[in-house]
């Protein structure tokens, strides 16, 4: 019997046939790449790859052959990455970008009409000002609310939590980014620190019930399970701190940042609260237009893919050939759908690269519900 070391050494004998076959396969596509870009001919040709791939797999015994599709799937995305340095690749959200970019790009601006979700003292406005140095805030009861404000004209921006480094994702807003027509221009995070704040007088042997947006009482739902109290959900974290300090109940606490809980006049008794130490929160800043602004190095589309094995696969490994790092995955159901999903990533990438550029011009052409949310850069 063979032993494991000599097993070893033929593998890597094999592998440094492979290598070499690889690197003929690689010069070809490059003169394949050139050919289609004097001809203005697509890069992927998914009857061809199908071809191949069946061809291939029959000369194979059958227990390997759905490896074999794995195999030359993989390769044929590093082909097409390869050729697409040689091929522009052409489609309606390239062009958009195209047109963008011509131009120099300008700095993101110091000031702006914001609308924001919820009541003076929301993170949401400490974050529009952390953006925005001279802004001019407008806040609206929901999240729909400032989708609303945007894309009728009322605010030029619009300002939204996005996820949660320890409650997760604002669904809820994910939910309405298919509903409207809005670009992301850029995203901020901001640390998240919720005291336990009530009226003057009140105690924490005092509280019986703690009132706030749902995510705190989700970032700080290990200290209210010591606390042992009622829980109630309201729109935002300022409209609770403004509820206790209107009702004047000792009983009732909120959770809020101490920034709420001072503007609101109330006893903060017990500081930073939160499960994490270190708890942050993504807002994005939205413009009805498409606007890419000096420093941009993070991308967000959204699009729909196959209810078939493999369709997420697919998508992730085109990123994986351009080298480009994916920071964010979401899916969502699409109403009225048979388990149908719309999907969002968020990767880093400069627009300004034309590589990047073909790629998303590869994703908008293989799908009819492609979206490019926008290009712009997170502020820490």
């Known amino acids: 019997m063979k032993d494991l070391i000599e097993i070893r050494t033929k593998i890597d004998s094999i592998d440094d046939q492979i290598i070499e076959l690889y690197k003929e396969r690689m010069a070809l596509s490059k003169e394949v790449g050139l050919i289609k870009a004097e001809t203005q001919k697509a890069v992927t040709d998914g009857t061809r790859e199908k071809e191949i791939v069946y061809r291939l ?17 993989a390769i044929f995305y590093s082909s097409k990455a390869y050729q697409s340095k040689f091929v522009e690749v052409k489609s309606p959200v390239k062009e958009e970008l195209d047109e963008i970019i011509k131009n120099p790009l300008v700095d993101f601006p110091v000031d702006g009409t914001v609308a924001c979700q919820g ?4 993170n949401s406005g400490r974050a529009a000002e952390k953006l925005f140095p001279i802004s001019d805030v407008t806040y609206f009861k929901t999240f729909e609310g400032v989708f609303n404000a945007v894309e009728k004209g009322l605010c030029e921006y619009g300002v939204l939590p996005i996820e ?5 994702s604002v669904l809820e807003v994910y939910d ?7 670009h992301i221009v850029k995203s901020v995070r901001l640390q998240i620190d919720h005291c336990l704040a009530g009226v003057s007088g009140a105690d924490i042997k005092d509280i019986k019930t703690v009132i706030s947006h749902q995510q705190a009482l989700s970032q700080c739902n290990e200290y209210l399970k010591k606390l042992g109290v009622k829980t109630e959900a309201v729109e935002n974290t300022a409209v609770g701190a403004k509820k206790v300090m209107e009702d004047g109940d000792k ?5 809020c940042s101490k920034e ?3 503007a609101y006049g109330l006893k903060i008794i017990e500081p930073r609260v939160q499960n994490a130490e270190k708890n942050f929160t993504r807002f994005i800043c939205i413009a009805k237009d498409m606007r890419i602004y000096k420093g941009a190095d993070k991308i967000s ?14 998508i992730v490994s085109r990123f994986y050939a351009f080298g480009l790092n994916l920071t964010k995955i979401e899916s969502r159901p699409i109403e009225g759908s048979d ?34 949310l926008g290009a712009y850069k997170e502020s820490l």
């Open 119 to 122: 009541v003076l003292g929301a």
């Open 251 to 255: 009983s009732v606490a909120v959770l």
């Open 57 to 73: 797999s029959q000369k194979c015994p059958e227990d390997i052959r759905i490896y074999v599709k794995e195999l030359y799937e």
């Open 301 to 314: 589309i959204m699009t729909s893919l196959p209810h078939t094995p493999g369709s997420l696969n697919k």
């Open 176 to 182: 309405l980014m298919k509903k409207y027509d809005f």
């Open 339 to 372: 388990f149908e999903f719309n999907f969002y990533f968020d990767f880093e990438g400069d627009v300004l690269d034309p590589q990047v550029r073909n790629l998303l011009a590869e994703l908008d052409n293989g799908s009819d519900k492609f979206v490019l």
């Open 260 to 262: 709420c809980a001072t």
């Open 164 to 168: 949660n480094s320890t409650a997760g």
